[in-house]
């Protein structure tokens, strides 16, 4: 079992940057890949950032440029850095793990005023 709890979310005005925190603790050493995904308002869960257990990022291009997803494996966590902000990235953001199945964290609300 692998646990994922988030960390670093809020209020920011559109301009601004966050940076979003995911520890993982449990059976981390069979984790494959970390991200995050977030899912606004009525809309689907969507991909914002992937980094393998061998540093290799994959991006959604609504982030590309602004968002920078890094691991610190001495202290089991995983960021997302995410600069000039807009409203639409207001969402739940979550951090996904993955090993023989996905973990979800229970989600950290990014909101982007105008």
């Known amino acids: 079992q692998v646990q994922l709890v988030e960390s670093g979310g809020g209020l920011v005005q559109a301009g601004g940057s966050l940076r979003l925190s995911c520890a993982a603790s449990?059976?981390?050493?069979?984790?494959?890949?970390m991200g995050w995904y977030r899912q606004a308002p009525g809309k689907q869960r969507e991909l914002v950032a992937v980094?393998?257990?061998?540093?290799?990022?994959n991006y959604a291009d609504s982030v590309k440029g602004r968002g920078t997803i890094s691991r610190d494996n001495a202290k089991n966590t995983v960021y997302l850095q995410m600069n000039s902000l807009k409203p639409e990235d207001t969402a739940v953001y979550y951090c996904?793990?993955?090993?023989?199945?996905?973990?979800w964290g229970q989600g950290t609300q990014v909101t982007v005023s105008s």
């Open positions: 449990g059976s981390i050493g069979s984790i494959n890949a």
């Open positions: 996904w793990g993955w090993s023989t199945k996905s973990y």
């Open positions: 980094i393998t257990k061998g540093g290799s990022t």
